[in-house]
């Protein structure tokens, strides 16, 4: 949570953001996909994260190839490919943010020493950079589409987010 914080109070123009799979189908099913492109100059994901999307991308999500593919095949011996090979392509890519939110996906991220977010942080993000007026009603929306998360990540962000 402390990165979460340190990454919310920073300026972001000069990282790359890496997305996995599961924000984009998040924020596509409530319709809020926009929500990203509206907070971040660059995003990237790969080809494996498309097609888990089941749709086209937006023009401003760039597929990137991963150069490692060794690294993905390591590492889809934990994770399913679109994890796999957003972490390889944050592992490439310097400056890089990656969005991820499973927990196991998370926690090998988190062992390169990756810097990551995950939805509900990119909701938060949004609220205090004004592209939304409530965490709290977007959240609630991701809870009808069975987003799951912990109540104390919830009270967490809704406290940042200055919603209770």
Same mark, same amino acid.
């Given at each position: 949570m402390e990165k979460l914080l340190r990454i919310c109070k920073r300026e972001l123009a000069n990282n790359i953001i890496i997305s996995g799979t599961s924000c984009l189908i998040?924020?596509?099913r409530i319709g809020h996909l926009e929500i990203l492109h509206k907070l971040f100059f660059t995003i990237a994901t790969t080809s494996e994260?498309?097609?888990e999307f089941e749709k086209p991308l937006p023009s401003w999500i760039s597929l990137k190839p991963v150069e490692n593919n060794e690294k !993905?095949?390591?590492?889809?011996?934990?994770?399913?490919? +679109?994890e796999a090979s957003a972490i390889s392509l944050a592992l490439e890519t310097?400056? *890089? !943010?990656? @969005? @991820?939110?499973?927990?196991? +996906?998370? *926690?090998?991220a988190?062992?390169?020493?990756?810097? !990551? @977010? +995950?939805?509900?942080g990119i909701i938060l993000l949004a609220k205090q950079r004004g592209i939304i007026? *409530?965490?709290?009603?977007? !959240?609630?929306?991701?809870a009808d589409q069975?987003?799951?998360f912990s109540d104390s990540m919830l009270n967490t962000i809704l406290k940042e987010a200055n919603e209770i």
């Open positions: 998040a924020l596509d994260v498309q097609k !993905i095949k390591e590492l889809e011996l934990m994770l399913d490919k +679109g310097p400056n *890089s !943010i990656l @969005i @991820i939110d499973e927990k196991k +996906g998370r *926690s090998v988190k062992n390169f020493n990756l810097e !990551i @977010i +995950g939805t509900l007026p *409530s965490a709290k009603e977007v !959240i609630t929306m991701l069975n987003f799951r």
